[in-house]
Antibody, heavy 122, light 107 residues
Framework: QVQLVESGGGVVRPGRSLRLSCAVAGFTFSSHGMHWVRQAPGKGLEWVASIWYDGNNKNYVDSVKGRFSISRDNSQNTVQLQMDSLRVEDTALYYC???????????????WGQGTPVTVSS | DIHLTQSPSSVSASVGDRVTITCRASQGISTWLAWYQQKPGRAPRLLIYAASRLQSDVPPRFSASGSGTDFTLTISSLQTEDFAIYFCQQANSFPFTFGPGTTVDFK
């Protein structure tokens, strides 16, 4: 079955970096766009970044542009989120999510991991 | 950015009730809308995509409709496992945005 497992979260000081990773299984990874969505404690959902199935197109929410970078390795079935210059407001549970079947539905998130927590605090 | 609002913010209901949640977009998004369900401590689950298409394995008591700026999610007969928070999400344009959520809890 489809599985997404995030890792790499932790507690860091403001200004430091973290690299999140999401390992997937159970589907043809190279056929799906992948996304990161975050949820601050007790808050709603916020889309963070997306990467096309082939890695050739990437998009970010404005608040992370220039600080976060999404990438993928289709040979290893993994997607990463490099987070630099972290801020207190980046504190959240970070979910990896799969884009839907077909390019038409690529921006619906049909499978999610359980999330990895990131806490940015001095 | 496209802003999504949801109403009500919370609804108290009983098993067997019909529940309707509304999502409104700040500009037209055609049918580029999804609905998710989230239970405490769990990841969100896709229920509906393309405004009205039922995701596989989602019970048919869930239905949705709408286009443009106004959308609805309906649970025809609320079950115990449906008590959760429901979010809408627009996939029309970047940045993708979510509604603030509607909590469905026990009356």
């Amino acid at each position: 079955q489809v599985q997404l497992v995030e890792s790499g979260g932790g507690v860091v000081r403001p200004g430091r970096s973290l690299r999140l990773s999401c390992a997937v299984a159970g589907f043809t990874f190279s056929s799906h766009g992948m996304h990161w969505v975050r949820q601050a404690p007790g808050k709603g959902l916020e889309w963070v970044a997306s990467i096309w199935y082939d890695g050739n197109n990437k998009n970010y929410v404005d608040s992370v542009k220039g600080r976060f970078s999404i990438s993928r390795d289709n040979s290893q079935n993994t997607v990463q989120l490099q987070m630099d210059s972290l801020r207190v407001e980046d504190t959240a549970l970070y979910y990896c999510a799969r884009g839907g079947n077909s390019s038409k539905y690529a921006y619906y998130f049909d499978y999610w991991g359980q999330g990895t927590p990131v806490t940015v605090s001095s | 950015d496209i802003h999504l609002t949801q109403s009500p913010s919370s609804v108290s209901a009983s098993v067997g009730d019909r529940v309707t949640i509304t999502c409104r977009a700040s500009q037209g998004i055609s049918t580029w809308l999804a609905w998710y369900q989230q239970k405490p401590g769990r990841a969100p689950r896709l229920l509906i995509y393309a405004a009205s298409r039922l995701q596989s394995d989602v019970p048919p008591r869930f239905s949705a409709s709408g286009s443009g700026t106004d959308f609805t999610l309906t649970i025809s007969s609320l079950q115990t496992e449906d008590f959760a928070i429901y979010f809408c999400q627009q996939a029309n344009s970047f940045p993708f945005t979510f509604g603030p959520g509607t909590t469905v809890d026990f009356k």
